[in-house]
C-alpha cells in the first residue's frame, strides 16, 4: 500500500506479535455503505499468545528511554498520516460518518499521540522525588531515598464503537499505556475491524521502522464474551482500559476484581451530562441556548459520550423560550446513521422507555427503523425525575430530557440527586454569578469537567483535559482517559533506598 489511493481491501487476520494470523472461524463487517468483508474471529488461544508476547516484549520495552519511545509514538503517528485517504474511506464505509468527522478524528488521533511523545520527553510525568540520606539524624540516621513513576506490564485495550480511531485501536487508552512503557493488546471493535486493521498495520510499520519488539502491540478482532472475559483475566494483563456501555463495562469490571490478581478496570461508560440554564441566562438568550443545546444534542446522531441529554430550566416564559427553541431546531434535524444496527436498536429501545410514561410529556417524537435516528425529545418536572431512576440512565443517540424546576433552590436538590457525570454545563450571565457559586460545589462532586455557557460534546486534547467522573461515568474516578493525566493509569510509583547510582533507573541516575 502507498498511501496515495484510498484503495484498500482488508484481508481480515490477526495482528499477533508481528504475525497476520488467520483463524478457523470468520464473520461478515456489517458496513453502512459499500462492500463487507470477512474477517477471522479472535479466540482465548490467541488471546493468550498476544499476552505471552507482550510479557516478553515488556522486558525490553518497559526499559527503553523515554526518547525511544517518543520516537516511537511520532512513527505511529506517521504511519497513520501515510494511510489518511484509506482509514477515511474504510472508516466512513464501517461507520456511515462523515468523511469530515474521519479525518477530523484522524487527527485527533495522531495529536494524542504526538502529544504523549512531547509529554514523555519532557520527564515531569514520572513526579521524581528525592529525600537525601541523613546519616547523623538521631535518633535513626535517614536512608536516601528516591520515587519515580514506573510502567506496570501489559495492558489491555477494548476498541470503542463510537470511535473507530480516537478511541479504538491507537486510540488514547493504547497512546497512553505505549507512553508509560507498557505493550498493549486491542480487543477491536466488530463495529469498524477494517478500520482497526488499517491502524494495526500503520502500528506494525511503525514497530519495525523504530525495531521495538513485535509483542508490543497484538489486534484481535472480533470473538464472543470469552475472548474479553480471556483477556481481562489473563495473569500477564495489568490493567484494563474500556470506553462502551455501562452493561457491558460493568461485567468487566467485576471480572477484574475477581481475578486472584485483582487489576485495575479504568471503564469510561458514558453520561446524561446535565446542563443548567440559570435564571438571568434564560431570561436573556434562553432561546440561543435552546438552539445551541439542539445542536449539541444531534452532533454525530448523539453518539457521543459527552452528549447533553438533559436540560434543566426555570418553569415559566424564560424557560418555554428555550424548550420552543430547542423543539424547532430539533425538528429540523433529519434522519442520521447511527454506528451499527445495533446501537440504532438500542436508541429506539431507549425512546421506548419515555413513551407513555407518567408525567413525561412527549414534545417531539419520531419513529425510526432500520440504522438511521431521528430527534425525540421530552418533559418532566424535578420531582418526577428524581423519583425515577430509569430517567437519568443514559440513551445512546439524540434524545433529549428538559426537566423543569420551580426555582434555584430545587435545582440545587435536583443537582445533587443526580449519578456520576462525565460533564456538567452551566449556562449563566452575570447576575447569575451567587446561583453559579452555589451550584459549583454540588456539580464538582458530580462531574469529571465543568463547562460554562458552552456545550459538552466533544473533547479537547491537552493536558489540561479531564474525561472521567464519578461512578457510573466511569469506575474510576481518580483516573481520566484524555490528557496527558491519563498516562498515570498504566504507571505505579516504586521507591528506590540506598541504591547506587549506577544501578538506579537511568531516569534517575
Same mark, same amino acid.
Given at each position: 500500500?502507498?498511501?496515495?489511493?484510498?484503495?484498500?481491501?482488508?484481508?481480515?487476520?490477526?495482528?499477533?506479535?508481528?504475525?497476520?494470523?488467520?483463524?478457523?472461524?470468520t464473520?461478515?463487517s456489517? &458496513?453502512?455503505?459499500?462492500?463487507a468483508?470477512?474477517?477471522?474471529?479472535?479466540?482465548?488461544e *490467541?488471546?493468550?499468545?498476544?499476552?505471552?508476547?507482550?510479557?516478553e516484549a515488556?522486558?525490553?520495552?518497559?526499559?527503553?528511554?523515554?526518547?525511544?519511545?517518543?520516537?516511537?509514538?511520532?512513527?505511529?503517528?506517521?504511519?497513520?498520516?501515510?494511510r489518511? /485517504?484509506?482509514?477515511?474511506?474504510?472508516?466512513?464505509?464501517?461507520?456511515?460518518?462523515?468523511?469530515?468527522?474521519?479525518?477530523g478524528?484522524?487527527?485527533?488521533?495522531?495529536?494524542?499521540?504526538r502529544l504523549?511523545?512531547?509529554?514523555?520527553?519532557?520527564?515531569?510525568?514520572?513526579?521524581?522525588?528525592h529525600?537525601k540520606? *541523613?546519616p547523623?539524624r538521631? &535518633?535513626?540516621?535517614?536512608?536516601?531515598?528516591?520515587m519515580?513513576?514506573?510502567?506496570?506490564?501489559?495492558?489491555a485495550?477494548?476498541?470503542?464503537?463510537?470511535? /473507530?480511531?480516537?478511541?479504538?485501536?491507537?486510540?488514547?487508552?493504547?497512546?497512553?499505556?505505549?507512553?508509560?512503557?507498557?505493550?498493549?493488546?486491542?480487543?477491536?471493535?466488530?463495529?469498524?475491524?477494517?478500520?482497526g486493521?488499517i491502524?494495526?498495520?500503520?502500528?506494525?510499520?511503525?514497530?519495525?521502522?523504530?525495531?521495538m519488539?513485535?509483542?508490543?502491540?497484538?489486534?484481535i478482532?472480533?470473538?464472543?464474551?470469552d475472548?474479553?472475559?480471556?483477556?481481562?483475566?489473563?495473569?500477564?494483563?495489568?490493567?484494563?482500559?474500556?470506553?462502551?456501555?455501562?452493561?457491558?463495562?460493568?461485567?468487566?469490571?467485576?471480572?477484574c476484581?475477581?481475578?486472584?490478581?485483582?487489576?485495575?478496570?479504568?471503564?469510561?461508560?458514558?453520561?446524561?451530562?446535565?446542563?443548567?440554564?440559570?435564571?438571568?441566562?434564560?431570561a436573556a438568550?434562553?432561546?440561543?441556548?435552546?438552539?445551541?443545546?439542539?445542536?449539541?444534542?444531534?452532533?454525530?446522531?448523539?453518539?457521543?459520550?459527552?452528549?447533553?441529554?438533559?436540560?434543566?430550566?426555570?418553569?415559566?416564559?424564560?424557560?418555554d423560550?428555550?424548550?420552543?427553541?430547542?423543539?424547532?431546531?430539533?425538528?429540523?434535524?433529519?434522519?442520521?446513521?447511527?454506528l451499527?444496527?445495533?446501537?440504532?436498536?438500542?436508541?429506539?429501545?431507549?425512546?421506548?422507555?419515555?413513551?407513555?410514561?407518567?408525567?413525561?410529556?412527549?414534545?417531539?417524537?419520531?419513529?425510526?427503523?432500520?440504522?438511521?435516528?431521528? /430527534?425525540?425529545?421530552?418533559?418532566?418536572?424535578?420531582?418526577?425525575?428524581?423519583?425515577?431512576?430509569?430517567?437519568?440512565?443514559?440513551?445512546?443517540? &439524540?434524545?433529549?430530557?428538559?426537566?423543569?424546576?420551580?426555582?434555584?433552590? +430545587?435545582?440545587?436538590?435536583?443537582?445533587?440527586?443526580?449519578?456520576?457525570?462525565?460533564?456538567?454545563?452551566?449556562?449563566?450571565?452575570k447576575?447569575?454569578?451567587?446561583?453559579?457559586?452555589r451550584?459549583l460545589?454540588?456539580? +464538582?462532586?458530580k462531574?469529571g469537567?465543568?463547562?460554562?455557557?458552552?456545550?459538552?460534546?466533544?473533547?479537547?486534547?491537552?493536558?489540561?483535559?479531564?474525561?472521567?467522573?464519578?461512578?457510573?461515568?466511569s469506575t474510576?474516578?481518580?483516573?481520566?482517559?484524555?490528557?496527558?493525566l491519563?498516562?498515570?493509569?498504566?504507571?505505579?510509583?516504586?521507591?528506590?533506598?540506598n541504591?547506587?547510582?549506577?544501578?538506579l533507573?537511568?531516569?534517575?541516575?
Amino acid at each position: 500500500m502507498d498511501g496515495t489511493t484510498s484503495d484498500f481491501t482488508p484481508h481480515g487476520k490477526h495482528l499477533i506479535a508481528g504475525e497476520w494470523v488467520a483463524s478457523g472461524a470468520t464473520f461478515a463487517s456489517e &458496513p453502512a455503505q459499500g462492500a463487507a468483508h470477512d474477517f477471522s474471529v479472535g479466540t482465548p488461544e *490467541l488471546v493468550d499468545r498476544a499476552c505471552k508476547a507482550a510479557e516478553e516484549a515488556f522486558w525490553t520495552y518497559g526499559y527503553t528511554s523515554r526518547a525511544a519511545r517518543a520516537d516511537f509514538l511520532d512513527a505511529i503517528a506517521d504511519e497513520i498520516e501515510a494511510r489518511g /485517504p484509506q482509514v477515511t474511506a474504510i472508516g466512513t464505509s464501517e461507520s456511515g460518518l462523515p468523511e469530515a468527522r474521519l479525518e477530523g478524528e484522524r487527527g485527533r488521533t495522531t495529536g494524542q499521540l504526538r502529544l504523549f511523545a512531547s509529554h514523555i520527553r519532557d520527564g515531569a510525568y514520572l513526579d521524581i522525588r528525592h529525600d537525601k540520606a *541523613l546519616p547523623d539524624r538521631q &535518633p535513626l540516621p535517614r536512608p536516601e531515598l528516591f520515587m519515580i513513576q514506573r510502567p506496570i506490564g501489559p495492558v489491555a485495550v477494548f476498541g470503542a464503537s463510537n470511535f /473507530p480511531l480516537a478511541f479504538s485501536t491507537a486510540g488514547g487508552d493504547t497512546a497512553a499505556a505505549l507512553a508509560a512503557g507498557c505493550p498493549v493488546v486491542v480487543k477491536g471493535h466488530s463495529a469498524h475491524p477494517g478500520t482497526g486493521e488499517i491502524i494495526a498495520e500503520a502500528i506494525y510499520a511503525a514497530i519495525t521502522k523504530c525495531g521495538m519488539p513485535a509483542g508490543v502491540f497484538s489486534l484481535i478482532q472480533g470473538g464472543k464474551r470469552d475472548v474479553g472475559q480471556a483477556l481481562v483475566q489473563h495473569p500477564l494483563i495489568k490493567a484494563v482500559g474500556f470506553t462502551g456501555s455501562l452493561g457491558g463495562g460493568r461485567a468487566l469490571f467485576d471480572l477484574c476484581a475477581q481475578r486472584p490478581e485483582p487489576i485495575p478496570f479504568f471503564g469510561e461508560l458514558g453520561s446524561v451530562n446535565p446542563m443548567f440554564v440559570l435564571p438571568e441566562a434564560a431570561a436573556a438568550r434562553g432561546a440561543e441556548i435552546g438552539t445551541g443545546w439542539a445542536g449539541s444534542l444531534t452532533m454525530g446522531a448523539g453518539q457521543f459520550c459527552t452528549n447533553p441529554g438533559i436540560a434543566v430550566v426555570a418553569k415559566g416564559a424564560e424557560g418555554d423560550a428555550f424548550v420552543a427553541a430547542a423543539k424547532e431546531a430539533l425538528s429540523k434535524v433529519d434522519p442520521q446513521v447511527m454506528l451499527t444496527d445495533g446501537i440504532a436498536a438500542a436508541y429506539r429501545d431507549g425512546k421506548a422507555r419515555f413513551d407513555g410514561r407518567n408525567a413525561i410529556e412527549p414534545l417531539l417524537t419520531n419513529d425510526d427503523s432500520g440504522r438511521v435516528a431521528s /430527534p425525540n425529545l421530552y418533559e418532566t418536572d424535578a420531582e418526577t425525575y428524581l423519583q425515577d431512576h430509569a430517567l437519568g440512565e443514559e440513551v445512546f443517540g &439524540p434524545l433529549g430530557l428538559v426537566v423543569r424546576v420551580s426555582d434555584g433552590a +430545587e435545582m440545587e436538590t435536583l443537582a445533587k440527586g443526580f449519578e456520576g457525570q462525565l460533564t456538567a454545563t452551566i449556562h449563566m450571565d452575570k447576575g447569575d454569578s451567587e446561583a453559579a457559586r452555589r451550584l459549583l460545589p454540588i456539580l +464538582e462532586r458530580k462531574a469529571g469537567r465543568l463547562l460554562v455557557n458552552g456545550f459538552p460534546t466533544g473533547v479537547e486534547v491537552a493536558d489540561s483535559m479531564v474525561h472521567g467522573g464519578p461512578y457510573p461515568a466511569s469506575t474510576n474516578f481518580g483516573a481520566t482517559s484524555v490528557g496527558t493525566l491519563s498516562i498515570r493509569r498504566f504507571l505505579r510509583p516504586v521507591c528506590y533506598q540506598n541504591v547506587p547510582a549506577d544501578v538506579l533507573p537511568e531516569d534517575l541516575a
